[in-house]
């Protein structure tokens, strides 16, 4: 509801959800990269059980997204 409520438009809304969480998904991932260097084993504890959720949460986005997209007639004007 935070990043669907109140949009007119369903689509606009899961694409503004799609690029928070694949944002969440390059954040993770840094954080996961950074760590391979500096090796804190609570910091890689930590990521390892966040990013597969974050990992998750795009696909569903995108998922929906795509959906919504499918259903859009591409000739109908806004």
């Known amino acids: ?3 669907l409520g109140g949009e007119d438009d369903p ?3 899961f694409e503004f959800l799609t ?3 694949a944002g969440e ?3 993770w991932s840094i954080v996961a990269k ?3 260097k500096a090796g804190h ?3 890689r ?3 390892d059980w966040a990013l597969p959720i974050q990992q998750r949460h795009l696909q569903e986005a995108l998922d ?3 959906k919504l997209a499918a259903d859009e007639d591409p000739d109908e004007e806004e």
Do not use: F, P
């Open 1 to 3: 509801e935070a990043y």
């Open 11 to 13: 689509l606009d809304g």
């Open 19 to 21: 690029m928070a969480e």
């Open 25 to 27: 998904v390059g954040h």
């Open 34 to 36: 950074m760590n391979e």
């Open 41 to 43: 084993a609570e910091l």
């Open 45 to 47: 504890k930590l990521t």
């Open 64 to 66: 929906g997204s795509l």
